[in-house]
Structures are given as structure tokens and as C-alpha cells.
């Protein structure tokens, strides 16, 4: 969602200006982070049995886990101007998935897979759900998730106003045509 929504901001900051763009992503974003937990939620809801406050408190721990991957993802994405961000995201998300802390516990981690789970959402994410789905401490990991969506998005916001000043399109935010009215 964030390396589509950044070519929409490249392309849309030409006709409706670029703090307006970088709203309408940040908007768009939010709305994307509350679907698509009440879809897994409700998909696992369907498969295991939990209580209503459960379901509430999992909600409330995947809408912050999903803003922390978005400011995340899209911080990146903005300093790379887009696609070109695959280059290092995806080797970040398979970084992350070992790091998670799913796969193999923080503990038994090596120094770069144990830095990487400390500063990346995943393992966060991971675990505050966990606490969330079965009772567990909250031991920081939301605390954590609220500093990464703090720190990400004041980087878009500097990576924002700091690199996209040009007034004439390029070929990247030509990909994806916006007219306003649209």
C-alpha cells in the first residue's frame, strides 16, 4: 500500500500540491490499517474462539502494528522515491519474518537479527499480539510500535518536505496519471 500510495503522492503533488498529496496518503493509509484487521480478525474469529474484549484488544494492537508498517514502509518509500524502495524492502521483510520473534524467540537470535527485531515492526507487532491473544505483559512492544509511527512519520514529513520540491514531473510520477476531479 505504501509504494502505491507514494506514486500517487508523486503524481498527485503536481496538481493538488504536495501537503494536500501527502494527506490524502496519510488518510488513505489510516483507512487501509482499520479494514484489514476486522477482515483477519474476523477470519480468525471463524477459527479459534476468543471473548468479545479479546477481539477488541487484537484489534486495537493490529491497527498500531499496521500504522507502524505503513509510517515504516512508507518512510522508505519516500526516501527512495518509490519502486526503486523494493530493493531494500524486501529483504527487509524477509530480515523481519526471521526476526519476528515467530519463527525463532529474540533470545536465540544472532546481534544483527536481534538489533533488526528491536528496530523494525515485525517482532513488535508479533509479540504485542501475542500478549493481546493470549494475556501475556505488554513489556514496551506497543510502546515501541508508538515510537517507530512517531519517528517514521515525522521522517516522511521531513523526507516529504525536504525532496519533492521540483515542480516538473518525472518519469516515476508520471506512472500513475492523476487529473483533479478524479
Same mark, same amino acid.
Given at each position: ?7 500517487? =503522492? ?19 493509509? =489510516? ?26 484488544? @487484537? ?5 498500531? =502494528? ?44 544472532? *546481534? ?23 494475556? *501475556? ?25 525536504? *525532496? ?7 518519469? @516515476?510520477?508520471?506512472?500513475?496519471? =492523476?487529473?483533479?476531479?478524479?
Amino acid at each position: 500500500m505504501s509504494l502505491v500510495l507514494t506514486l500517487m =503522492f508523486m503524481s498527485a503533488r503536481h496538481v493538488i500540491g504536495k501537503w494536500s498529496a501527502l494527506l490524502a496518503v496519510q488518510l488513505n493509509g =489510516f483507512i487501509g490499517v482499520l479494514v484489514a484487521p476486522l477482515v483477519t480478525l474476523g477470519t480468525l474469529r471463524c477459527l479459534i474462539s476468543f471473548s468479545s474484549s479479546a477481539f477488541w484488544q @487484537l484489534f486495537g494492537v493490529q491497527v498500531l =502494528f499496521g500504522l507502524a508498517v505503513f509510517e515504516f514502509t512508507l518512510a522508505i518509500a519516500f526516501l527512495c522515491g518509490g519502486l526503486p524502495s523494493m530493493i531494500l524492502q524486501l529483504p527487509l521483510l524477509v530480515s523481519q519474518v526471521v526476526a519476528s520473534g515467530a519463527i525463532i524467540p529474540r533470545p536465540a537470535l544472532n *546481534g544483527f537479527y536481534r538489533w533488526l527485531s528491536t528496530h523494525t515492526p515485525m517482532s513488535q507487532g508479533v509479540y504485542s499480539t501475542f500478549n493481546a491473544l493470549y494475556g *501475556g505483559a505488554n513489556s514496551g512492544y506497543t510502546s515501541a510500535l508508538w515510537w517507530l509511527i512517531s519517528l517514521s512519520l515525522l521522517a516522511v514529513i521531513l523526507i516529504g518536505w525536504l *525532496g519533492y520540491r521540483s515542480t516538473k514531473t518525472n518519469p @516515476l510520477s508520471r506512472l500513475v496519471p =492523476f487529473t483533479a476531479g478524479n
